[in-house]
Each structure stands twice: as structure tokens, then as C-alpha cells.
């Protein structure tokens, strides 16, 4: 799996972001589960390999190596990237709980989100903490954040025109930009081409490459499945030139099916509760004591 799959994820979210919003159900509290399990333990995972490389970079390990320096900056790439779908996503489900009145999926994807932001603090002190002699490397992987940043105003200009979720962009204003009105054009087809483009750029700008391959692929995956679970059977699952590489090995693990809105909406005190383990045994936590200490 390689990094431009959580923005190409991101872009998926918002075309099918108005079905999630509006369906007569709740988000499958599976999908809820999944993707709060995975994405603590992606963070944990990042923040240990940042920790070991400035031991290293300190001089606290022995050994001769840049395998960390190497992990370290595609953890930076990983952050900034991922970030994308952290926000577009928790914006979908901010939304969707406001069309409903309810306090369901909000807290979950605020937790993440407040987890990643952060990480990304982390991930900026590591950049200004670094040698001078990686100023070129870490130049690079600045630019990459920047990008990063514009395409998620740009996905959530299209979400901005009907919700107010501006609190998950970098900088709203850049959402009203004449590149992201297009995403939300009336047209059909001018949309479709719109998305194309911008993500052409994305494309362009993470190749397929040893440099832009995730380092935990199974959890990026099962981030991303629980995820496409929650589009309803008749969404589309492509935007043209997206593809779908990881998407057929988790229909056939059976990550995505029967994973629909098409349920209603139970009162609360029937919902599920689902305790999530995470691995390295942090003790586990109900979802609905995290919806509650949100004020759900």
C-alpha cells in the first residue's frame, strides 16, 4: 500500500460524503471500532519510531545506522499525508451526526483527530530538532506537508458549501478557492473532471515508490477499509483514475460487507457497545464512555 491510497480515500469520503450525511442510519459501530483501533495504533507506532530516531540522532544508540533516520522520515511523509483523511473523514462524520442530532460517530473521529493533531506536533518539533546536514531532506518533506494541507482544504471546500466544519481545515478561506468550487460544481461531469485533476496532482506528487510505501500496511489498510465499509453498496467506489489495489483484498477478508447505512436508527440505549483492545496493552475502552465524556 502506498501513501497517495489515504488521499485518494479522502476524495472517495467526500463524493460519497452527502449519502453518509443524509442516510436514515447510523455509522456501523464495526467501522467506528476498526478505525479508532487502527488509527491509535498506527500513532503509537509512528511516535516510537520518532522517539528511537532522535535517541539516535543524539547519540543515545550505538549503532552505525540510518535505518531510523530512514523510518523517521517516511513517518513524517505518513503524518502529513494520513492527516488528510484524519480530517476529511472526521468532518463527514462531525456532519453526519448534526444531520441526525445525535452524538455517535463525532467523538470517535474527533478522538482520532485530536490524537493525530498530536502527533503532528511531535512530527514538527522532530523536523526543527533535526542536523543541519538533513536541511535538504527535511526541505523535502516540508513541501510535502504544504501540499498536503492545500488538497485537504480543497476536499472539504465541497463538505463547507452545505456544513460547518471549517474547524478541520488549515485555512478555510483556501476552501472557497476557485480549484475547490470546482469539486462541488452542479455539473456532474465538471466535477468528475475537477477531481480527476486535482487528483492527477496527488498522483504526481506521491508516485508509487519504495519512499512512499506505508510501514504498516495491514493497519493502514484496515484503516482504510473501515472507512469504504461505511459507503452504502451503490456509491461509487472509483473517482476515474483512483485505484483500488488494497480495496479487492479486503472485500474478500470480508472487512466491507454488509457494512450499509441502510439500518435505522436505534434509540440509544439499544446501540452496541464495543470495547476496543489495543495492542501493547493499553487497558480497553467502551465506545459509548468516550461518547459520553464527549456530552453524547
Excluded at 207 to 224: C, G, H, Q
Aim: glycine share 6%; charged share 25%.
Amino acid at each position: 500500500m502506498y501513501l497517495r491510497e489515504y488521499a485518494e480515500t479522502a476524495a472517495l469520503s467526500v463524493v460519497n460524503s452527502e449519502v453518509i450525511i443524509r442516510g436514515d442510519g447510523l455509522v456501523p459501530n464495526i467501522n467506528l471500532q476498526e478505525y479508532w483501533q487502527n488509527a491509535r495504533h498506527r500513532l503509537t507506532g509512528w511516535r516510537r519510531r520518532l522517539d528511537r530516531c532522535s535517541d539516535w540522532t543524539r547519540g543515545f544508540l550505538r549503532e552505525e545506522s540510518q535505518v531510523h533516520w530512514d523510518r523517521a522520515l517516511r513517518v513524517l511523509q505518513e503524518v502529513f499525508v494520513s492527516e488528510i483523511l484524519t480530517r476529511v473523514w472526521a468532518g463527514v462524520l462531525t456532519a453526519a451526526d448534526r444531520q441526525r442530532g445525535v452524538s455517535h460517530a463525532e467523538p470517535i473521529a474527533r478522538s482520532v483527530f485530536v490524537s493525530h493533531l498530536q502527533l503532528r506536533r511531535r512530527a514538527l518539533e522532530f523536523m526543527l530538532d533535526c542536523p543541519d546536514s538533513s536541511l535538504t531532506e527535511i526541505a523535502r518533506i516540508d513541501r510535502v506537508r504544504r501540499r498536503c494541507e492545500r488538497w485537504n482544504d480543497m476536499f472539504l471546500g465541497p463538505l463547507l458549501a452545505e456544513h460547518p466544519v471549517a474547524e478541520f481545515c488549515f485555512e478555510p478561506d483556501r476552501s472557497d478557492s476557485l480549484e475547490a468550487g470546482s469539486l462541488s460544481a452542479s455539473s456532474a461531469p465538471d466535477r468528475l473532471i475537477a477531481w480527476k485533476l486535482v487528483l492527477a496532482g496527488v498522483r504526481k506528487s506521491l508516485p508509487r515508490s519504495e519512499s512512499t510505501r506505508v510501514l504498516d500496511p495491514e493497519t493502514d489498510k484496515a484503516i482504510l477499509a473501515s472507512v469504504v465499509g461505511v459507503f452504502p453498496p451503490s456509491a461509487p467506489q472509483t473517482i476515474g483514475i483512483v485505484g483500488s489495489s488494497w480495496h479487492g483484498s479486503t472485500q474478500r477478508n470480508g472487512r466491507t460487507s454488509g457494512l450499509s447505512l441502510a439500518e435505522p436508527l436505534p434509540k440509544r440505549s439499544d446501540r452496541e457497545v464495543v470495547s476496543v483492545a489495543f495492542p501493547g496493552g493499553t487497558p480497553r475502552v467502551s465506545l459509548r464512555e468516550l461518547r459520553r465524556r464527549s456530552g453524547g
